[in-house]
């Protein structure tokens, strides 16, 4: 899975909306084209990548808010084993789209061209939420061929999950492979990159995923403008 490719162009539409206009008429003509050339630049820059590994066992106490994992390693997140419940194995992914378009935004805000680099930042974020679905996608397509059903992806930091548990599965999944790392404060570099669990279970049942649907930030710009 090192190597991979993203299904589907990233919209104008989708950009604006991210941005918070609400119709393309409301938009101005500088903005559009801007919008349209940081996609161009942003499909042009991005180098996807994604690495997974499968976790054989997890036990799961939702009364108490405790997920083990293969049994050694302990989680204590009632927002992750609620998520979870039903689930027997998991799926651990890890994707990132490089650290060009990173690059390039630094870039651009160092010449004060800050409408370039929001923009641009905007659209490496969508590119990295259509590389995560498609690896859950593949993902929930190899277990309902096991008659295994999936969960949602859910990352550390996510709800009540300690960010601390990033360092246990990054280890698992050896995020280095796709020339990604973890900081001593647990975050990933580059910053386009995103490690997650996918619950995997005879029980679970969900055909699409939006992340929205389960995410606790109220102040993200994504969920509000959705």
């Given at each position: 899975m090192d190597d991979f490719s993203v299904e589907g162009q990233v919209t104008e539409a989708?950009?604006?909306e991210l941005y918070g206009y609400q119709s393309v008429d409301e938009v101005s003509t500088k903005i559009r084209e801007s919008v349209n050339k940081m996609i161009a630049k942003g499909e042009e820059l991005a180098e996807y990548r994604a690495t997974n590994c499968v976790i054989d066992n997890i036990e799961i106490d939702d009364d108490k808010g405790i997920i083990i994992f293969n049994d050694s390693y302990q989680s204590d997140s009632s927002y992750l084993?609620?998520?979870l419940k039903?689930?027997?194995?998991?799926?651990?992914g890890l994707v990132s789209i490089g650290y060009e378009i990173e690059e390039q935004i630094n870039e651009y805000f160092a010449e004060n061209n800050y409408l370039a680099a929001t923009i641009l930042d905007l659209v490496g974020n969508r590119l990295l939420d259509k590389l995560t679905?498609?690896?859950w996608h593949i993902v929930r397509s190899s277990s309902l061929a096991m008659d295994l059903g999936v969960s949602g992806y859910y990352s550390?930091?996510?709800g009540d999950w300690d960010l601390k548990s990033q360092e246990y599965l990054f280890d698992?999944?050896?995020g280095k492979k796709i020339d990604v790392n973890l900081t001593n404060s647990y975050a990933l570099v580059p910053?386009?990159?995103?490690?997650f669990?996918?619950?995997q279970g005879p029980d679970l049942d969900i055909e699409d995923y939006d992340p929205c649907s389960d995410c606790t930030n109220e102040e993200c710009q994504f969920k509000k403008n959705r």
């Open positions: 989708e950009v604006l084993a609620s998520k039903g689930a027997t194995q998991a799926t651990i679905k498609e690896v550390p930091g996510e698992l999944v050896d910053q386009k990159s995103l490690l669990i996918i619950g």
